[in-house]
């Protein structure tokens, strides 16, 4: 896994959150101090982040935890690695292994994807009442670039960075909202697995990943894949890409509906 579910939904909610309110205190405790986190009682953590018991109960069940055993279990096994990259004593030789690595990642992009599902999409994107584009941290990126950019073509979209917020609208979704979801290494749902949102199951779902072999299955109702090796660094590049590329075939579908 590219990334462990624990830090991505931890540095969610430092950067969603107000300094000072208790979600952030908690997150930028655990943060801070996994191997102290990892041994404490929920009485202990709240104590530490001037928290309430039930407060920390709260915030485990917002970030899409059952309880505080599962959370500490999520701190105990957290993988904290970076991927450095070639480590060259040439800065020369570190930016050509790191741009070769991206040129490659956007080269596989591009041989991958497929336009004819993006081109569904795209309609889609066009004929639905509500859309809505979520991701979390790098993948939240391209789904505030996509937003942006169906604003300029006129189609406003919905895009909600907290965790907890994209949770809630996702649970009042209806047969007229399509849900899009930009998810790298495709564990997005690992962080739902233990309460789907109802309104999935309703909403048309559009899955977006480097993970090859994620499936439409459940409530998700299209999947759009594309070729990558799941590493870090090309992660935020070939998302962004996938995100203009949408943007780029919707305007193009709309200068074709456009009278001459």
């Not at 205190?25 to 102290?36: C, K, T």
């Not at 070769?100 to 795209?122: F, K, R, W, Y």
């Not at 109802?198 to 048309?204: I, V």
């Not at 999947?223 to 998302?239: E, K, N, W």
Request: net charge neutral; glycine share 4%; with cysteine.
């Amino acid at each position: 896994m590219i990334y462990g579910k624990l830090p991505i939904v931890l540095l969610s909610t430092l950067a969603t959150q107000a300094d000072g309110t208790t979600d952030c205190n908690i997150a930028h405790f655990i943060l801070e101090n996994p191997q102290r986190a990892s041994r404490m009682t929920i009485v202990e953590l709240a104590r530490s982040c001037h928290a309430s018991v039930s407060s920390v109960s709260r915030f485990c069940r917002e970030i899409g935890l059952c309880d505080f055993a599962e959370l500490r279990e999520l701190i105990r096994h957290a993988d904290w690695r970076f991927d450095a990259g070639v480590q060259s004593d040439q800065a020369q030789e570190r930016l050509h292994s790191t741009l070769h690595v991206l040129h490659e990642s956007l080269e596989a992009l591009e041989n991958s994807v497929d336009m004819e599902q993006i081109g569904v999409l795209c309609r889609k994107i066009d004929a639905y009442e509500r859309v809505a584009v979520f991701g979390l941290l790098k993948a939240g990126t391209a789904a505030q670039c996509l937003q942006a950019d169906l604003l300029l073509l006129g189609k406003v979209a919905v895009c909600k960075l907290p965790f907890a917020k994209q949770i809630e609208y996702m649970e009042q979704a209806a047969e007229r909202d399509l849900i899009l979801i930009f998810s790298y290494s495709g564990i997005y749902f690992d962080y739902l697995h233990r309460r789907i949102p109802r309104g999935l199951r309703r909403a048309h779902v559009v899955f977006i990943t480097g993970a090859k072999e994620i499936q439409a299955c459940g409530c998700v109702d299209q999947v759009i894949s594309f070729a990558s090796d799941l590493s870090q660094a090309p992660h935020p590049f070939q998302m962004q890409a996938i995100a203009s590329l949408i943007a780029r075939e919707y305007a193009w579908q709309r200068a074709q509906k456009a009278p001459s």
